[in-house]
């Protein structure tokens, strides 16, 4: 049974925006902290963001803070990641995942996480 669906990649040009969401099953949704990751070519995986549903507090990477955002839609047990004043930096696929990391100390802790969506592209060109 698949339980995180991500979409909502694509291609922007610097500075625009895009919004991905990640589907989970309810169980899933209702039970786990949901964490946004991201890798680009040849770089590591890296947290971009997490969320605990069930009480909304909400982690950011120091690189994203304050221009992306997490939010969620509970009858949906969807969460998503709006992205604004992209950059090409910032050009990975990203992943949603869900695990038990929502505290400050491992929220960014790939380890954490042991449900895993497929993965979307984002392409930001200069």
């Known amino acids: 049974q698949v339980q995180l669906v991500e979409s909502g990649g694509g291609s922007v040009q610097a500075g625009g925006s895009l919004r991905l969401s990640c589907v989970a099953s309810?169980?899933?949704?209702?039970?786990?902290?949901m964490g946004w990751f991201r890798q680009a070519p040849g770089k590591s995986r890296e947290a971009v963001a997490a969320?605990?549903?069930?009480?909304?507090?909400?982690y950011y990477a120091a690189s994203v803070k304050g221009r992306f955002n997490v939010s969620q839609d509970n009858a949906k047990t969807t969460v998503y990641l709006e992205m604004n004043s992209l950059q090409p930096e910032d050009t990975a696929m990203y992943f949603c995942?869900?695990?038990?990391?929502?505290?400050?100390?491992?929220?960014?802790?790939?380890?954490?996480?042991?449900?895993w969506g497929q993965g979307t592209q984002v392409t930001v060109s200069s």
């Open positions: 309810r169980d899933t949704y209702n039970n786990y902290c």
């Open positions: 969320r605990l549903t069930s009480g909304g507090v909400t």
């Open positions: 995942a869900a695990g038990t990391g929502c505290n400050p100390r491992w929220w960014s802790s790939e380890m954490r996480y042991p449900i």
